[in-house]
């Protein structure tokens, strides 16, 4: 897994050469619209709500003595909540509704690795991508969520929180990844076995999805970049794993 984590890594290294050389950066006009639209509405009420969430828990404390410590350990935690849970809507959130504007970015590479679209392929209009995008995503918020909260709570536990946060992050990165990668995958497998083939590659998609969480703590320019980067690596190395299973 170790070395396709790296090598989806590797990939980000030619993205932008490779988008220039096909003129790509159009089809990423209103996905990174989008992506600056949610990022903005999901920051503001990220902020709103943190110190609502950090009082709240600092109700549990009640004594007197470290108090304010307490409220202010609680605040800290808030913020982390609301941060991570603000970070899994956006991602989930635009990757659905880009999905019909990153479908003829991945056709494109694809055309480019093989020649042609060589295999046999699945032919759907904007609203089924679209459909499909917020299928898949929807699916992914929900498994995230299940595993994100334990790991949350975990971060209340000293010296746990540390690997917990590890965790937390290489989670992320691999429902990012996938969000990715089924942009290619939907001319190709249907549902069930585009959710299979993802489990069978996770270090391809927890590669891409550490680079494109990477990206996402750069202010501003992250939210710009991140797509255009992270759809291309990824719809390169979802093509090649394509092309090895089509080998055998």
């Given at each position: 897994?170790?070395?396709?984590?790296?090598?989806?890594?590797?990939?980000?290294?030619?993205?932008?050469?490779?988008?220039?050389?096909?003129?790509?950066?159009?089809?990423?006009?209103?996905?990174?619209?989008?992506?600056?639209?949610?990022?903005?509405?999901?920051?503001f009420f990220a902020y709103s709500l943190s110190d609502n969430i950090g009082a709240f828990l600092a109700k549990i404390w009640?004594?007197?003595?470290?108090?304010?410590?307490?409220?202010?350990?609680?605040?800290?935690?808030?913020?982390?909540?609301?941060?991570?849970?603000?970070?899994?809507?956006?991602?989930?959130?635009?990757?659905?509704?880009?999905?019909?504007?990153?479908?003829?970015?991945?056709?494109?590479?694809?055309?480019?690795?093989?020649?042609?679209?060589?295999?046999?392929?699945?032919?759907?209009?904007?609203?089924?991508?679209?459909?499909?995008?917020?299928?898949?995503?929807?699916?992914?918020?929900?498994?995230?969520?299940?595993?994100?909260?334990?790991?949350?709570?975990?971060?209340?536990?000293?010296?746990?929180?540390?690997?917990?946060?590890?965790?937390?992050?290489?989670?992320?990165?691999?429902?990012?990844?996938?969000?990715?990668?089924?942009?290619?995958?939907?001319?190709?497998?249907?549902?069930?076995?585009?959710?299979?083939?993802?489990?069978?590659?996770?270090?391809?998609?927890?590669?891409?999805?550490?680079?494109?969480?990477?990206?996402?703590?750069?202010?501003?320019?992250?939210?710009?970049?991140?797509?255009?980067?992270?759809?291309?690596?990824?719809?390169?190395?979802?093509?090649?794993?394509?092309n090895k299973n089509n080998e055998r």
């Amino acid at each position: 897994m170790i070395k396709n984590i790296l090598s989806a890594i590797k990939a980000y290294a030619g993205s932008f050469s490779l988008i220039s050389k096909l003129k790509l950066w159009k089809y990423f006009a209103i996905p990174i619209l989008i992506s600056i639209v949610i990022a903005t509405i999901i920051g503001f009420f990220a902020y709103s709500l943190s110190d609502n969430i950090g009082a709240f828990l600092a109700k549990i404390w009640i004594w007197d003595w470290g108090k304010e410590a307490f409220t202010t350990f609680t605040s800290f935690i808030g913020g982390i909540f609301v941060l991570v849970i603000g970070l899994i809507l956006y991602k989930h959130i635009v990757l659905a509704l880009s999905a019909p504007f990153m479908s003829p970015v991945s056709e494109k590479i694809e055309i480019y690795i093989n020649g042609n679209l060589k295999h046999q392929h699945r032919k759907t209009s904007f609203q089924e991508q679209l459909w499909r995008g917020i299928k898949i995503n929807i699916r992914n918020l929900g498994k995230e969520l299940l595993v994100t909260i334990p790991i949350l709570v975990l971060k209340f536990i000293p010296v746990v929180n540390i690997f917990s946060t590890i965790l937390l992050f290489l989670v992320q990165a691999y429902y990012a990844g996938f969000g990715n990668m089924d942009y290619t995958l939907e001319r190709h497998l249907n549902y069930k076995e585009s959710i299979n083939f993802v489990g069978k590659n996770k270090g391809t998609s927890i590669g891409n999805g550490i680079v494109f969480m990477l990206c996402l703590l750069i202010p501003v320019l992250g939210i710009i970049i991140v797509l255009p980067l992270s759809v291309t690596a990824a719809s390169v190395k979802t093509v090649e794993l394509l092309n090895k299973n089509n080998e055998r």
